[in-house]
């Protein structure tokens, strides 16, 4: 006799934990109901990003490379679940991959980005790169796993916290991810996937005020709507390549800070 | 001021019922704020004012091993009448002079506006047994030197015994009796601007009357800096005590431009209060040509040669 | 003693020291009665005018060109001319030349030039000549370096021109906006077209007298003059590649709004309402100094200025004697009289504002102090002001006046110290004084801010990249980091 296997009830990832939509909507994609994120859902999502950003961004450089690390261990541990969600295996080894690489620079950002200023006058003047904030990242369509890890890495590597809106074709692969997420030692709430209807969620999230940077790579037509919303707080806005493996898309969700001091006895 | 931090001893047997905050100072935000005072343009009327000043505000000095008689009577004419050709150009504050020739300085200004100021205390290292320092300082006051210029013990000082330094200052202070008390920090010697406040102070708190840079006998002394961080302390002491001390930049100031830099910088730090010889004073051996030179050219309107100016 | 000797008795001291007036000679400026709009290097008759003025006497200077779309169309078009016809074959080290040819003109004709910024923008001669010019010069010395090493800028990247940039400056700092725009942009290889403020376009116009000077090829830079109207132009056209903006927030967001869904590049340099955090052990006099120069630079007219004091509460009544004294010793008045520290407030409108915000800092409940000075009849004029006993929710500690005003508030902890500091939707600068070593670097790190001087205020260097956090803008001026926005690096 057959044994009925359990199903996955898919859920949103805020704050480290796996709720249901507040709405309590759910659509359905690649044959399974996901829940449907409301405007609702991107602001907790967002304060919960806010609350442990302190906390990420305050790690050492090593620390953050190690995390990262983790993460790629854990999903190379489910390769084959993941390989069921996105276009395959390949998928899936370059996304681990590709964290791995990121892991990699966490730190050696502050060192190729950042500088020692000659200034001519007494006084000691540097540049380090620090992470820009909360960042909103609207995912690619496709490919579902390795676009979003693409676009969230740099993100994450940097130092932000992420609040994120997965593919809405194929959002498994996003949702499979925060499992993986969840058992890594991310910190709760440094990611936050949202699933759901992009044209509703991401005007939230491309308005929202405590948000400081907008990657609409995945944003479609959308883009210049959402790009006009987030001029209301200077947001950075990031058309990123879905694709892209370097540390210029880790820089565009850094800041720089530039200090001095004089030198005198 | 609130916040007195720990004082280190010697620092804690104040004349004075409360002391400034110590505090540090910062060395570069200090010079820029000097440099800038410098660069202040004084034109006309205001410059006649600032050279007129200058020399009312002269301690027109001679400390040379050669040093004889003749010399200082020859000093002490330039110091009571500095410009034979303008009888407006006032006398200078006084002239300073070894030991030695106290005698014969007070004798040659004797009715006259010139003070006799004595440099004592084993001028210029200090290093001598606080006896003989006291008998000096005893001696040129007998001898009637209004102003006693003392050295402090920088060997003392720079080994953290402040309380041998602050003893010594207030000892000499009382053995000067009416006479003023110059203490001179020997500021080449101090190393930093944190230190020259810390004597400043330490001077000040031991009963200093005018706290004064340098002997005059080592390079780097008076700059317009370090004479701004002494005026910052002497300013903190008297919004702390309302008691106004006197300063007296010395070396190394040879131009009449200088000489006003100075005074500008006194004026902006202190206000016009300390505009006055009482108050302030210009320790120099060659500078006052230089002033006569530039207050003449100012009336006349022509550029001059040192040669209608007598040498002393 | 002789006779003679005898009589010269002393004369009582003169107490009051006046500084005689030291003006800079004006003379060494010569203006035109009126100014066109410098396109593909000739000088374009301008259809509309207005006059300019001196803020300082209201005097009517010149009349320059209020530029229509039609003569922002034509500076467009001469400098996309320029960039596809020349300019981006123009070698790179033969780009740097120009580049170093501007810089050494802009040193020698440097007097000329301070003067003509403080007749129009009411700056102090002091800054202008000790500042303004002499930064000015060394951006364009400095970038000049870049032009042909901007491979070593980007490893691994192709560095190339973006194209043609828009570029809008603000009246601030007139020339030194320019240089800060214009020399990394062509440095990369782009061609520009600039528009100096409204208020201030004397010393742009002047500039263009510089680039005649240095022989560069005509349509590399272009100028027109106007209002809000003109940078509205050179936002739209389809001719510019990339914008840049240094001005206010709200034209800021209106900008960004404006470009969304173009793809054109976009840098922002905005407002800002820094703090300048003063802890107890901090060299108090030159922390004075600091805060002095933090706000009064300039009248305040400085996107980076301290105008919120913060100080421990523990020194906070000698800080504030001490601050209030020093103020008594500003000189305001005359801009080219070389001995004054506080010049004229840009134009009527700003002072409007100041005005505005400084009656609201009263109502509020804040405690205003302002040194006895005698300010001209003639002319746009603020004294130095400081308000005490300041809420961190009044607007005068939350808006931006951009004027030579002080809101000092209190703190007692380092904690509570940056939790105030970033407790503003700005993010362009900071200041902390403080003699311990480790809390500096402790606060550095956690003040959200582009720049953070530490035991220093309002420090300005071409290699030292300037730019904001949060709604103070995005993107660096200066050093390496203000390359990027003038390249394409894909």
Same mark, same amino acid.
């Given at each position: 006799?057959?044994?009925?296997?359990?199903?996955?009830?898919?859920?949103?990832?805020?704050?480290?934990?796996?709720?249901?939509?507040?709405?309590?909507?759910?659509?359905?994609?690649?044959?399974?109901?996901?829940?449907?994120?409301?405007?609702?859902?991107?602001?907790?999502?967002?304060?919960?990003? %806010?609350?442990?950003?302190?906390?990420?961004?305050?790690?050492?450089?090593?620390?953050?490379?190690?995390?990262?690390?983790?993460?790629?261990?854990?999903?190379?541990? %489910?390769?084959?679940?993941?390989?069921?969600?996105?276009?395959?295996?390949?998928?899936?080894?370059?996304?681990?991959?590709?964290?791995?690489?990121?892991?990699?620079?966490?730190?050696?950002?502050?060192?190729?980005?950042?500088?020692?200023?000659?200034?001519?006058?007494?006084?000691?003047?540097?540049?380090?790169?620090?992470?820009?904030?909360?960042?909103?990242?609207?995912?690619?369509?496709?490919?579902?796993?390795?676009?979003?890890?693409?676009?969230?890495?740099?993100?994450?590597?940097?130092?932000?916290?992420?609040?994120?809106?997965?593919?809405?074709?194929?959002?498994?692969?996003?949702?499979?991810?925060?499992?993986?997420?969840?058992?890594?030692?991310?910190?709760?709430?440094?990611?936050?996937?949202?699933?759901?209807? %992009?044209?509703?969620?991401?005007?939230?999230?491309?308005?929202?005020?405590?948000?400081?940077?907008?990657?609409?790579?995945?944003?479609?037509?959308?883009?210049?709507?959402?790009?006009?919303?987030?001029?209301?707080?200077?947001?950075?806005?990031?058309?990123?390549?879905?694709?892209?493996?370097?540390?210029?898309?880790?820089?565009?969700?850094?800041?720089?800070?530039?200090?001095?001091?004089?030198?005198?006895? | 001021?609130?916040?007195?931090?720990?004082?280190?001893?010697?620092?804690?047997?104040?004349?004075?019922?409360?002391?400034?905050?110590?505090? *540090?100072?910062?060395?570069?935000?200090?010079?820029?704020?000097?440099?800038?005072?410098?660069?202040?343009?004084?034109?006309?009327?205001?410059?006649?004012?600032?050279?007129?000043?200058?020399?009312?505000?002269?301690?027109?000095?001679?400390?040379?091993?050669?040093?004889?008689?003749?010399?200082?009577?020859?000093?002490?004419?330039?110091?009571?009448?500095?410009?034979?050709?303008?009888?407006?150009?006032?006398?200078?504050?006084?002239?300073?002079?070894?030991?030695?020739?106290?005698?014969?300085?007070?004798?040659?200004?004797?009715?006259? *506006?010139?003070?006799?100021?004595?440099?004592?205390?084993?001028?210029?290292?200090?290093?001598?047994? =606080?006896?003989?320092?006291?008998?000096?300082?005893?001696?040129?006051?007998?001898?009637?030197?209004?102003?006693?210029?003392?050295?402090?013990?920088?060997?003392?000082?720079?080994?953290?015994?402040?309380?041998?330094?602050?003893?010594?200052?207030?000892?000499?202070?009382?053995?000067?009796?009416?006479?003023?008390?110059?203490?001179?920090?020997?500021?080449?010697?101090?190393?930093?601007?944190?230190?020259?406040?810390?004597?400043?102070?330490?001077?000040?708190?031991?009963?200093?009357?005018?706290?004064?840079?340098?002997?005059?006998?080592?390079?780097?002394?008076?700059?317009?800096?370090?004479? =701004?961080?002494?005026?910052?302390?002497?300013?903190?002491?008297?919004?702390?005590?309302?008691?106004?001390?006197?300063?007296?930049?010395?070396?190394?100031?040879?131009?009449?431009?200088?000489?006003?830099?100075?005074?500008?910088?006194?004026?902006?730090?202190?206000?016009?209060?300390?505009?006055?010889?009482?108050?302030?004073?210009?320790?120099?051996?060659?500078?006052?040509?230089?002033?006569?030179?530039?207050?003449?050219?100012?009336?006349?309107?022509?550029?001059?040669?040192?040669?209608?100016?007598?040498?002393? | 003693?002789?006779?003679?000797?005898?009589?010269?008795?002393?004369?009582?001291?003169?107490?009051?020291?006046?500084?005689?007036?030291?003006?800079?000679?004006?003379?060494?400026?010569?203006?035109?009665?009126?100014?066109?709009?410098?396109?593909?290097?000739?000088?374009?008759?301008?259809?509309?005018?207005?006059?300019?003025?001196?803020?300082?006497?209201?005097?009517?200077?010149?009349?320059?060109?209020?530029?229509?779309?039609?003569?922002?169309?034509?500076?467009?078009?001469?400098?996309?001319?320029?960039?596809?016809?020349?300019?981006?074959?123009?070698?790179?080290?033969?780009?740097?030349?120009?580049?170093?040819?501007?810089?050494?003109?802009?040193?020698?004709?440097?007097?000329?030039?301070?003067?003509?910024?403080?007749?129009?923008?009411?700056?102090?001669?002091?800054?202008?000549?000790?500042?303004?010019?002499?930064?000015?010069?060394?951006?364009?010395?400095?970038?000049?370096?870049?032009?042909?090493?901007?491979?070593?800028?980007?490893?691994?990247?192709?560095?190339?021109?973006?194209?043609?940039?828009?570029?809008?400056?603000?009246?601030?700092?007139?020339?030194?906006?320019?240089?800060?725009?214009?020399?990394?942009?062509?440095?990369?290889?782009?061609?520009?077209?600039?528009?100096?403020?409204?208020?201030?376009?004397?010393?742009?116009?002047?500039?263009?007298?510089?680039?005649?000077?240095?022989?560069?090829?005509?349509?590399?830079?272009?100028?027109?003059?106007?209002?809000?109207?003109?940078?509205?132009?050179?936002?739209?056209?389809?001719?510019?590649?990339?914008?840049?903006?240094?001005?206010?927030?709200?034209?800021?967001?209106?900008?960004?709004?404006?470009?969304?869904?173009?793809?054109?590049?976009?840098?922002?340099?905005?407002?800002?309402?820094?703090?300048?955090?003063?802890?107890?052990?901090?060299?108090?006099?030159?922390?004075?100094?600091?805060?002095?120069?933090?706000?009064?630079?300039?009248?305040?007219?400085?996107?980076?200025?301290?105008?919120?004091?913060?100080?421990?509460?523990?020194?906070?009544?000698?800080?504030?004697?001490?601050?209030?004294?020093?103020?008594?010793?500003?000189?305001?008045?005359?801009?080219?009289?070389?001995?004054?520290?506080?010049?004229?407030?840009?134009?009527?409108?700003?002072?409007?504002?100041?005005?505005?915000?400084?009656?609201?800092?009263?109502?509020?409940?804040?405690?205003?102090?302002?040194?006895?000075?005698?300010?001209?009849?003639?002319?746009?004029?603020?004294? @130095?002001?400081?308000?005490?006993?300041?809420?961190?929710?009044?607007?005068?500690?939350?808006?931006?006046?951009?004027?030579?005003?002080?809101?000092?508030?209190?703190?007692?902890?380092?904690?509570?110290?940056?939790?105030?500091?970033?407790?503003?939707?700005?993010?362009?600068?900071?200041?902390?004084?403080?003699?311990?070593?480790?809390?500096?670097?402790?606060?550095?790190?956690?003040?959200?801010?582009?720049?953070?001087?530490?035991?220093?205020?309002?420090?300005?260097? @071409?290699?030292?990249?300037?730019?904001?956090?949060?709604?103070?803008?995005?993107?660096?001026?200066?050093?390496?980091?203000?390359?990027?926005?003038?390249?394409?690096?894909?």
């Amino acid at each position: 006799m057959t044994r009925l296997p359990v199903k996955k009830t898919y859920k949103l990832f805020i704050g480290g934990a796996f709720p249901r939509s507040e709405s309590g909507r759910t659509y359905e994609a690649e044959g399974q109901n996901v829940a449907r994120a409301s405007r609702k859902d991107v602001r907790d999502a967002v304060r919960a990003a %806010r609350g442990t950003l302190p906390k990420w961004a305050g790690m050492t450089a090593y620390n953050r490379g190690q995390i990262l690390y983790r993460v790629a261990e854990m999903i190379e541990a %489910r390769t084959a679940e993941f390989a069921g969600l996105c276009t395959g295996r390949p998928e899936v080894e370059r996304a681990v991959d590709r964290i791995v690489w990121y892991a990699g620079w966490a730190d050696k950002l502050a060192q190729v980005l950042g500088s020692s200023n000659p200034v001519a006058g007494p006084y000691f003047n540097f540049t380090v790169p620090e992470p820009t904030g909360v960042v909103g990242v609207i995912a690619p369509d496709e490919p579902p796993l390795l676009g979003l890890v693409s676009r969230v890495l740099p993100a994450l590597t940097g130092g932000n916290a992420v609040v994120a809106l997965a593919s809405e074709t194929h959002p498994l692969a996003a949702i499979e991810l925060a499992e993986a997420l969840a058992t890594s030692d991310v910190p709760g709430g440094v990611v936050n996937l949202l699933t759901g209807r %992009r044209a509703e969620l991401a005007p939230w999230l491309a308005s929202h005020m405590d948000v400081n940077a907008l990657d609409v790579t995945g944003a479609d037509g959308d883009s210049p709507e959402l790009e006009r919303a987030a001029a209301d707080n200077v947001k950075r806005v990031v058309h990123g390549d879905p694709d892209a493996q370097s540390p210029w898309e880790i820089a565009s969700f850094l800041e720089l800070k530039t200090v001095w001091h004089p030198v005198g006895q | 001021m609130a916040q007195a931090p720990v004082l280190p001893r010697g620092f804690e047997l104040p004349l004075e019922p409360r002391l400034p905050r110590i505090g *540090s100072v910062d060395a570069v935000a200090l010079e820029e704020r000097a440099a800038s005072l410098a660069k202040r343009s004084i034109k006309r009327e205001a410059k006649v004012f600032a050279l007129d000043l200058a020399v009312r505000m002269m301690d027109l000095t001679t400390l040379e091993g050669q040093d004889t008689p003749g010399k200082v009577a020859a000093l002490a004419s330039k110091a009571i009448r500095p410009d034979p050709g303008d009888p407006s150009v006032p006398s200078v504050a006084a002239i300073c002079v070894y030991p030695n020739l106290v005698p014969t300085a007070v004798q040659r200004v004797e009715g006259s *506006s010139v003070k006799v100021a004595s440099v004592a205390t084993a001028f210029p290292s200090g290093q001598s047994p =606080l006896e003989a320092k006291l008998d000096e300082v005893r001696w040129v006051v007998e001898h009637g030197a209004d102003e006693v210029d003392m050295v402090i013990d920088r060997g003392a000082f720079l080994s953290g015994r402040y309380a041998k330094v602050y003893d010594e200052i207030v000892q000499v202070k009382e053995t000067s009796g009416d006479a003023h008390l110059k203490v001179i920090l020997e500021v080449a010697e101090l190393g930093t601007y944190d230190n020259v406040r810390r004597a400043s102070l330490l001077a000040m708190a031991a009963g200093a009357d005018f706290i004064k840079t340098s002997t005059g006998k080592l390079p780097g002394a008076a700059t317009l800096p370090v004479t =701004l961080c002494m005026l910052e302390a002497i300013r903190d002491v008297h919004e702390e005590t309302g008691r106004m001390v006197g300063m007296k930049p010395a070396g190394g100031i040879r131009q009449a431009k200088q000489a006003v830099q100075y005074l500008v910088q006194l004026h902006e730090t202190l206000g016009p209060g300390w505009l006055t010889p009482d108050l302030y004073r210009l320790g120099a051996s060659s500078l006052l040509n230089d002033v006569l030179m530039q207050l003449r050219k100012e009336k006349t309107g022509t550029y001059q040669s040192p040669d209608y100016f007598t040498v002393d | 003693m002789t006779e003679l000797e005898r009589k010269q008795d002393r004369a009582p001291v003169p107490s009051e020291w006046t500084y005689a007036s030291a003006p800079e000679a004006r003379d060494l400026v010569t203006l035109q009665d009126r100014y066109g709009h410098y396109v593909g290097g000739e000088w374009l008759e301008a259809r509309e005018t207005y006059t300019t003025i001196s803020p300082a006497t209201e005097e009517p200077l010149a009349e320059v060109g209020q530029a229509t779309p039609e003569e922002v169309q034509a500076a467009v078009d001469a400098a996309r001319e320029a960039y596809a016809n020349g300019w981006s074959d123009v070698s790179p080290s033969e780009r740097a030349k120009y580049l170093f040819r501007i810089a050494r003109i802009l040193q020698e004709r440097s007097r000329e030039f301070a003067v003509l910024e403080s007749l129009n923008g009411g700056k102090p001669i002091k800054e202008s000549r000790d500042v303004d010019l002499p930064l000015s010069a060394a951006h364009f010395f400095y970038y000049a370096g870049w032009a042909d090493k901007l491979e070593y800028a980007f490893p691994n990247r192709k560095p190339r021109p973006i194209g043609v940039a828009g570029q809008i400056i603000p009246w601030n700092f007139p020339l030194l906006m320019l240089a800060w725009k214009i020399a990394p942009a062509l440095a990369a290889g782009n061609t520009v077209v600039l528009k100096p403020a409204e208020t201030t376009p004397l010393s742009a116009l002047l500039f263009c007298d510089v680039l005649r000077q240095a022989e560069l090829p005509p349509g590399v830079v272009n100028i027109v003059t106007g209002d809000g109207r003109t940078g509205a132009e050179i936002v739209k056209s389809d001719g510019v590649d990339k914008v840049a903006f240094t001005g206010s927030t709200d034209v800021g967001k209106a900008i960004q709004r404006e470009l969304a869904g173009t793809g054109k590049k976009l840098t922002l340099e905005l407002g800002g309402k820094a703090a300048n955090i003063i802890f107890d052990d901090a060299a108090l006099d030159q922390a004075v100094e600091g805060i002095i120069n933090g706000i009064y630079f300039n009248q305040g007219h400085v996107c980076c200025a301290g105008s919120r004091l913060l100080v421990q509460e523990s020194i906070y009544e000698p800080v504030v004697e001490k601050l209030k004294r020093r103020l008594t010793t500003l000189r305001v008045g005359d801009p080219l009289d070389k001995n004054t520290g506080v010049g004229a407030i840009n134009s009527k409108q700003q002072l409007d504002k100041i005005q505005e915000l400084v009656a609201s800092g009263a109502e509020e409940g804040a405690e205003i102090y302002q040194p006895p000075c005698r300010l001209p009849e003639q002319g746009y004029w603020f004294a @130095p002001t400081v308000f005490t006993n300041v809420a961190q929710s009044y607007r005068i500690a939350q808006e931006e006046i951009f004027g030579p005003v002080l809101s000092i508030l209190t703190f007692r902890t380092p904690d509570e110290a940056v939790e105030k500091a970033n407790n503003t939707p700005y993010g362009l600068s900071a200041g902390v004084w403080t003699e311990k070593g480790s809390r500096i670097l402790w606060m550095a790190e956690r003040l959200r801010a582009g720049v953070v001087w530490a035991n220093t205020y309002n420090r300005f260097d @071409p290699s030292s990249p300037f730019g904001g956090y949060k709604e103070s803008g995005f993107g660096r001026e200066g050093g390496r980091h203000g390359l990027e926005p003038y390249l394409d690096l894909t």
